[in-house]
T-cell receptor, first 113, second 109 residues
């Protein structure tokens, strides 16, 4: 069974730029959720994708957007980067329905200069 | 507002001592609660969930709706239990977790 993989592992951008982070879900999982984890904080829910559509969103502005592909992999896009966007971005996959366990990737560390 | 609070950033105990990691939540409905753990150099992983009422690696957690708590307990800590522990609430819908800030458990030999 292949676990959740995220790319890239590290990324450095400057304010105002745009970034795309990628996530391959665990084999057999059809739902992908994205979280932002600032230093010293717990993960914060950004949004979830199921059947290629957004299925719930946390308190994040529209410049955070995403996609899910037919193979269930997903992208997180952030436009107009701000310094506060510096964080670890975690992807988690699961089966839809009930409270299925979330399986997390190692994350992408994004630094904004 | 839906919220999870873990009041201790760091909990340090000696091997063999009992451990209790505190978690309090704020949620108006019927909560689904979880404990996730992150060992050094490993990814975040599910430890246990209240709906299963199971014991994993000697850890248990009981949901107390009156006190809105879901504390994680283990009677005898082991050095390998040293890790970051997060309490999480499924308050936004299935699979959409609200995490606490986390507690680092340090088990000293």
């Amino acid at each position: 069974e292949t676990g959740v993989t995220q790319s890239p592992t590290h990324l450095i951008k400057t304010r105002g730029q745009q970034v795309t982070l990628r996530c391959s879900s665990q084999s057999g999982h059809n739902t992908v959720s994205w979280y932002q984890q600032a230093l010293g904080q717990g993960p914060q829910f950004i949004f979830q994708y199921y059947r290629e559509e957004e299925n719930g969103r946390g308190n994040f502005p529209p410049r955070f957007s995403g996609l899910q592909f037919p193979n269930y992999s997903s992208e997180l896009n952030v436009n107009a980067l701000e310094l506060d966007d510096s964080a670890l971005y975690l992807c988690a996959s699961s089966l839809q329905g009930g409270d299925q366990p979330q399986h997390f990737g190692d994350g992408t560390r994004l630094s904004i200069l | 507002a839906q919220r999870v609070t873990q009041p201790e950033k760091l909990l340090s105990v000696f091997k063999g001592a009992p451990v209790e990691l505190k978690c309090n939540y704020s949620y108006s409905g019927s909560p689904e609660l979880f404990w996730y753990v992150q060992y050094s150099r490993q990814r975040l992983q599910l430890l246990l969930r209240h709906i299963s009422r199971e014991s994993i690696k000697g850890f248990t957690a009981d949901l107390n709706k009156g006190e809105t708590s879901f504390h994680l307990k283990k009677p005898f800590a082991q050095e390998e239990d040293s890790a970051m522990y997060y309490c999480a609430l499924s308050g936004l819908g299935a699979g959409k977790l609200i995490f606490g800030q986390g507690t680092t458990l340090q088990v000293k030999p």
